[in-house]
């Protein structure tokens, strides 16, 4: 047998981004995964569930609400978010649909493994956070393609009967690992950094620009380091990166080839077909607006009002504005 021997620190809560919120509420429709192909069992007896486990990203996902039922906990959807509530004795938490991001409650933040997901109604998680954050023991029976998700008397090394061997599941660094919580607006990497992390990752072929843009319409919110550069085709691209703060991730936000985008030009004349004059256009950058998401972020002061717009970096769509009365 091999087993995934974890034992861990006690209950969690998870809380979602409000990007990720934006975008599941939205309307995202769920996604289709592999069925995982395997038994369950808690404590001995087969998990009577309505959804079978499925793989996500090699991760294997179980059922939240037939896991946890049986080992004492409560579950319940709050349903104008996509968050559920769980309580185990004195203990509650939430966890997200979507986000890799968790707090444990006044203590620090972690990430996840592998996020929450919905699957035909049914909220999934990986067998590690079954592990983490309720503090069971679970055990992989290679041979007999089953999961035993145990507590209490079950937790015995006697406890499943043993196979052909054992082995425990390497830990993971950056996963369930708690930090002090930190605030204020998040930022990419530095200027150095960004540029060694596209040369090496093979993003870009030279470097010709780094600048630091916002991903909103606040100067002072969350920024992301552009890098501008030639890729391999000899095609110039913009490519946006950021940094997790507390495990030192660099990771890519998206990209454009830059001649497949519009000009300024061209946006400068869609403003103008909506009466905003260019000398009132106060700000006019390219950001990710959302992962994978490049859009013309734009900024006008006119008459009484302020404007904010996001037009589609391809298509010229405007896929945002708001008009907000300027304050005396």
């Not at 919120?21 to 192909?37: F, L, Q």
């Not at 030192?248 to 030009?265: Q, Y």
Request: aromatic share 8%.
């Amino acid at each position: 047998m091999k087993r995934l021997l974890l034992v861990a620190f006690s209950v969690l809560t998870v809380v979602l981004t409000s990007t990720t919120i934006s975008a599941w509420a939205a309307g995202a429709a769920e996604a289709s995964y592999t069925p995982a192909n395997i038994a369950v069992l808690v404590n001995g007896t087969a998990l009577p569930v309505d959804q079978d486990p499925v793989l996500s990203h090699k991760s294997i996902m179980v059922p939240l609400r037939a896991v946890v039922e049986p080992l004492g906990a409560t579950v319940t959807w709050t349903g104008t978010i996509p968050q559920v509530r769980i309580q185990q004795g004195d203990t509650v938490f939430s966890l997200n649909i979507g986000s890799d991001r968790a707090f444990k409650e006044r203590a620090g933040i972690f990430f996840l493994e592998e996020p929450p997901v919905l699957v035909k109604g049914h909220t999934m998680v990986s067998l590690r956070f079954l592990a983490e954050g309720l503090g069971t023991k679970v055990d992989w029976d290679e041979t007999r393609k089953t999961v035993f998700i145990s507590t209490g008397d079950f937790m015995g090394p006697e406890y499943p009967p043993p196979a052909v061997s054992k082995q425990e599941m390497p830990a993971t660094d950056n996963y369930y690992r708690l930090y002090d919580l930190e605030v204020g607006p998040n930022s990419g990497p530095s200027a150095e950094e960004a540029k060694a992390y596209v040369l090496k990752q093979g993003l870009l072929k030279t470097v010709k620009d780094v600048q630091f843009t916002p991903i909103r319409f606040c100067e002072y919110g969350d920024t992301d380091t552009m890098v501008v550069g030639n890729d391999e085709l000899g095609r110039e691209k913009a490519v946006w990166l950021t940094k997790n703060r507390y495990g030192g991730t660099v990771s890519v936000t998206g990209s454009v080839v830059l001649a497949e985008a519009i000009s300024r030009e061209k946006v400068y004349d869609m403003l103008r077909a909506k009466g905003i004059k260019t000398e009132n256009i106060k700000k006019m950058y390219l950001a990710p607006y959302e992962k994978d998401k490049i859009y013309w972020l734009v900024i006008a002061e006119q008459a009484d009002k302020t404007y904010h717009s996001a037009f589609d970096c391809k298509t010229g769509t405007m896929v945002l504005e708001n008009v907000v009365p300027r304050t005396p």
